[in-house]
């Protein structure tokens, strides 16, 4: 397969290169780190899985950024590996653990499934073993950055409790983390294959918005029509503001007003686009917390720890870029380019 990341370096390379040649580049490295690569076929694969790419609102700069950030994260988990390595780790035994792992795994599931399961990933048992120990050695590695005692540290664990004066503090400055605000939408989802194509869905959504509007009962069109979403009329939980993952619905949620519908969005799967509709049914804002309560000082101190843990780790990468040799491909080096005004 030619993906389509490797065909954009024709124009990058003299064309008498691929003439005459009788081979056909199938694909290539796009990124060398120390000793360990990555491929344009692990990058395109990583694209397609992060839905973000396949937004048709994605502007070239978005997409660029997008990329860059993409490429660090790739650069980070191959570095992270190869520094769990360094750090001198029995490769027997984690090679052992990395096996038992994969039984236990097996066990769960059955032989059959289990088998089912890597054919349809196209994996074997052995690339299967190999990326378990990759795993486990970032894991060994993140840990250590960490202080986290695993048994294998060198060192205490760094001290990230957050003592009770400094959470109220924390509490009052970071309302967002602990009641955002919530709200219900009721869903009307259709794929364009159930209506013939992209065209044909688009009008079907915007005759039920104009039907609504005439006096048609949403909930009972959603059952009805809808090809996705129709339980209990498409009505969703209530849903924290921030943890709305589409940025369009993300927005209508606090700008929208009870009983709108949400501009139409797209949103592509493999085989068809599929088209979704919201109607916002409720709302509820923030309100003050108890300060008291000990549930949700328990729950706002994992979140701190987290937020502390991304920062130790983000850090802990940046050392890890800086020291590595690292080369990536003058294809992607648009995605590198500060974006321009």
Do not use: C
């Not at 592509?268 to 923030?286: N, Y």
């Amino acid at each position: 397969m030619i993906t389509a990341l490797l065909l954009s370096l024709a124009p990058l390379l003299p064309q008498s290169e691929f003439e005459d040649t009788g081979w056909e580049l199938v694909d290539g490295v796009a990124l060398h780190l120390d000793d360990r690569i990555v491929l344009f076929s692990e990058l395109e694969a990583a694209m397609r899985r992060n839905p973000a790419f396949q937004s048709p609102e994605l502007t070239g700069q978005d997409r660029q950024s997008m990329q860059l950030q993409l490429i660090e994260e790739l650069e980070n988990l191959k570095l992270e590996v190869q520094a769990g390595r360094n750090e001198g780790f029995d490769p027997q035994r984690i090679e052992q653990v990395a096996k038992s792992q994969i039984l236990e795994s097996k066990d769960k599931l059955g032989a059959a499934k289990f088998s089912d399961q890597l054919r349809a990933n196209g994996a074997s048992i052995e690339q299967l073993s190999r990326d378990q120990a990759d795993s486990l050695y970032s894991r060994l590695w993140r840990s250590k950055q960490l202080g986290e005692d695993l048994g294998f540290t060198e060192r205490l664990s760094r001290d990230r409790y957050i003592r009770p004066g400094m959470l109220k503090s924390i509490f009052r400055v970071s309302r967002d983390l602990i009641n955002p605000g919530t709200v219900e939408f009721r869903f009307f989802v259709l794929g364009s294959a159930a209506v013939g194509g992209e065209e044909f869905a688009l009008e079907w959504m915007e005759g039920v918005q104009k039907r609504v509007t005439d006096g048609e009962d949403f909930a009972s069109i959603v059952t009805a029509e809808a090809s996705e979403e129709r339980a209990n009329g498409g009505l969703q939980p209530a849903i924290e503001i921030p943890r709305i993952g589409i940025p369009e619905l993300r927005e209508f949620a606090t700008s929208g007003k009870l009983g709108e519908f949400s501009p139409i969005i797209r949103l592509p799967a493999e085989d068809q686009t599929v088209f979704l509709m919201a109607r916002l049914e409720d709302r509820v804002d923030q309100v003050e917390p108890d300060f008291e309560d000990g549930e949700l000082q328990n729950d706002f101190r994992q979140r701190i720890k987290t937020s502390v843990d991304q920062r130790l780790l983000g850090s802990a990468h940046k050392r890890l870029r800086s020291r590595a040799n690292i080369w990536i491909h003058p294809a992607l080096a648009g995605a590198l380019r500060a974006p321009q005004p």
